[in-house]
C-alpha cells in the first residue's frame, strides 16, 4: 500500500496532471461551444422558419444518431481528404476533439433548450404583448428567464457528460487525461493504480461541476419551476 | 347618458383560415360603462376582444380609442393602444417565475419606465385593492385560481388603462373561488371602470351592465339592456340562451332582471 501512495505521488499525479491541464482546456470551450449552439439551434427550431427547422432538425439526428467516436474519427481523420475544389481543413486533435464534442453535445442542449422554450405557455406572451411589452422585451422578461430554468437541469447534466466523454479525446492522439495515464499505464506496468486514480480525477471534476451546477439551480429556484435532475 | 365614447368599434372582420371569425361587428363604450358579450362558445367573443387591442389583428374595420382610430401598421400606435387597454385572459396567464408582486411590477418598470420604488408602491396598492397585500411574495404556483386572477386584475389595473377587456373571467374557476373575482368586478364597476367583458355570469352582470350584446357565429344578432332581454315574455336569443345556461347549472337564475346601474 505505502508503495502505491509513493508511485502515485512521484509518478502518477505529476503525469496526469498535465493531462488534467489538457483536459480542462477540451471541457471548457467544448461546453461552451456546445451551449452556444444548443441555444441557438434550440431557439432557431422554435421560432425559425421552416426550411431552417428541418435543417436542424437533420442535424440533430445526425449528430444523436451516430457514435461519437466515429464522430472524431471523421473530423480528424477524415476531414482532410475531404477536398472542395483545392482546399482541405485538417484540424489539430485539440481542435478536432472541440468541435467533435461542441457539435455534439449542441445536439443534446439543443433538445433541453427546445423542450424549455416549448414549455412555456403561449398565452403568457400574449399577456405581456397586451401590457403593451415589445417582442424583445416579452423575450427577455418572459420567455428566456424560463426558458432557462426549465432547461438547466438537462444542459447542466449534459456537461457533466461532456466531461466524461471528454476522455475519448486520447484515441485522436490528444494527450488528456485519459492520454497520459495510458502512456504512463503502458511505460510501467502498473494499469490498477494508474486508472483508479484517472478515476478519481474524472470523479473530481464532476463533483466539482456538480457542486457549482446546484449551486446556480437553487440561486435561480422559484416555486413551480423546481428542478428534478435524475 | 352624456358620457364620452372611449372605445369605438367599427365594422370588424376578421377571418382565420378562409372562415369569418368576425363578421362586421360593431360597438361602442362610453366611459364608465360595461358592456357584456353573451353567446354560445364559438361565437368569436374572444377573438373581438383580441381584436380590439390587436393581439390578433382585425382584417378591416377600425378600432377608435378616445375618438382617434387606430393604425394597426405603426408599431409604436400599437404598444401605445396595448397600454391603455388592460386584458384579463380566461386562464390568468400570470407570468410562472414572477411573484405576485412581480407580476404587477414588471411592465410598470419595463414599460411605464417608472423607478423600482414607484412600481413597488403602485403594485402594492393594485394588490392591496384586490385583496391579497398579505400575498405579494407568493409565486403563481402558491396561489389559488382565484388569487391568480385577482393578481391579473391588479397588473391590468397598475397599467392605468382606459379600458378593462375580460374575457370570460371566471370560467376557469372552480365554483367556490367564483364569488372573489366577481366582487373585485363589482368594485370595480362600481369605481367607474369602463369595461367589455365576455362572460357566461349572466345574472350577475344583468346588474352591472349597461348593454348586452349577444353574438353567434362572428355577428352581434342582439343587443340592449339586460333588463329588457331578459324579460320572460321578451321572446329574446339572450332570454333562451340565458335559460339554458341556469337549466345546465340548475340555479334557475334567469327570470330574474335586477334594474339596471343608476
Ligand atoms: N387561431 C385560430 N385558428 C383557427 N380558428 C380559430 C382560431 N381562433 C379562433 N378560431 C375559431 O374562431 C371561432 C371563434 O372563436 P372564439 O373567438 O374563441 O369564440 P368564443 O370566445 O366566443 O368562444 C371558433 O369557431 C374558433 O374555432
Ligand atoms: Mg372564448
Not at chain 1, 49 to 78: C, H
Not at chain 1, 183 to 188: G, T, V
Not at chain 2, 8 to 23: A, F, M, P, S, Y
Request: aromatic residues 8%.
Amino acid at each position: 500500500m505505502d508503495d502505491f501512495f509513493a508511485f502515485a505521488w512521484e509518478r502518477i499525479i505529476p503525469t496526469l496532471d498535465a493531462g488534467l491541464w489538457t483536459s480542462i482546456l477540451l471541457i471548457v470551450p467544448a461546453s461552451l461551444f456546445g451551449v452556444a449552439i444548443g441555444v441557438s439551434v434550440g431557439a432557431l427550431r422554435v421560432y425559425g422558419p421552416r426550411p431552417v427547422v428541418k435543417t436542424l432538425d437533420a442535424y440533430v439526428s445526425l449528430f444523436r444518431g451516430t457514435p461519437l467516436v466515429v464522430q472524431l474519427y471523421f473530423w480528424y481523420f477524415a476531414l482532410p481528404y475531404v477536398r472542395i475544389g483545392d482546399f482541405a481543413l485538417v484540424l489539430s486533435p485539440m481542435w478536432a476533439a472541440i468541435v467533435g464534442f461542441a457539435l455534439c453535445s449542441g445536439a443534446y442542449q439543443s433538445e433541453y433548450i427546445r423542450g424549455g422554450l416549448l414549455s412555456i405557455k403561449r398565452g403568457q406572451l400574449r399577456a405581456a404583448q397586451a401590457l403593451g411589452m415589445t417582442p424583445f422585451q416579452s423575450v427577455t422578461s418572459v420567455v428566456l428567464p424560463q426558458a432557462f430554468r426549465r432547461a438547466l437541469p438537462g444542459c447542466g447534466n449534459e456537461i457533466i457528460y461532456l466531461i466524461k466523454y471528454s476522455s475519448l479525446a486520447s484515441i485522436i492522439t490528444v494527450s488528456d487525461l485519459t492520454g497520459m495515464g495510458r502512456s504512463l499505464a503502458k511505460s510501467s506496468f502498473r494499469n490498477t493504480e494508474v486508472f483508479i486514480v484517472v478515476g478519481l480525477y474524472y470523479l473530481a471534476l464532476v463533483t466539482i461541476a456538480s457542486f457549482l451546477l446546484k449551486i446556480a439551480e437553487k440561486k435561480l429556484e422559484i416555486p413551480g419551476f423546481e428542478s428534478k435532475r435524475e | 347618458m352624456d358620457d364620452p365614447v372611449i372605445l369605438r368599434v367599427e365594422n370588424i372582420v376578421k377571418t382565420i383560415g378562409g372562415q369569418r371569425i368576425l363578421d362586421d361587428v360593431s360597438f361602442s363604450v362610453k366611459k364608465g360603462h360595461l358592456k357584456v358579450l353573451i353567446g354560445p362558445s364559438g361565437a368569436g367573443k374572444s377573438t373581438l376582444l383580441a381584436c380590439i387591442n390587436f393581439l390578433s389583428p382585425p382584417d378591416s374595420g377600425t378600432i377608435s380609442l378616445d375618438g382617434k382610430a387606430v393604425d394597426g401598421k405603426s408599431r409604436k400606435e400599437l404598444l401605445a393602444l396595448r397600454q391603455q387597454v388592460g386584458m384579463i385572459f380566461q386562464d390568468f396567464n400570470l407570468f410562472d417565475h414572477l411573484s405576485a408582486l412581480d407580476n404587477v411590477r414588471v411592465a410598470l418598470v419595463k414599460v411605464k419606465g417608472l423607478d423600482k420604488r414607484a412600481a413597488t408602491n403602485r403594485a402594492m396598492e393594485e394588490l392591496a385593492r384586490v385583496g391579497l397585500a398579505d400575498k405579494s411574495t407568493l409565486y403563481p404556483a402558491q396561489l389559488s385560481g382565484g388569487q391568480k386572477q385577482r393578481v391579473s386584475v391588479a397588473r391590468a389595473l397598475a397599467m392605468d388603462p382606459k379600458v378593462l377587456l375580460l374575457d370570460e373571467p371566471t370560467s376557469a374557476l372552480d365554483p367556490e373561488l367564483i364569488g372573489e373575482v366577481l366582487t373585485v368586478i363589482r368594485d370595480l364597476a362600481d369605481l367607474g371602470m369602463t369595461m367589455v367583458m365576455a362572460t357566461h355570469q349572466i345574472s350577475f352582470s344583468a346588474s352591472l351592465a349597461d348593454e348586452f350584446l349577444f353574438m353567434e357565429r362572428g355577428r352581434i344578432v342582439e343587443r340592449g339592456a339586460p333588463s329588457q332581454l331578459l324579460a320572460r315574455d321578451s321572446g329574446s336569443r339572450t332570454q333562451s340562451f340565458c335559460a339554458k345556461l341556469s337549466e345546465l347549472a340548475g340555479d334557475g337564475h334567469c327570470e330574474i332582471a335586477p334594474a339596471p346601474r343608476a
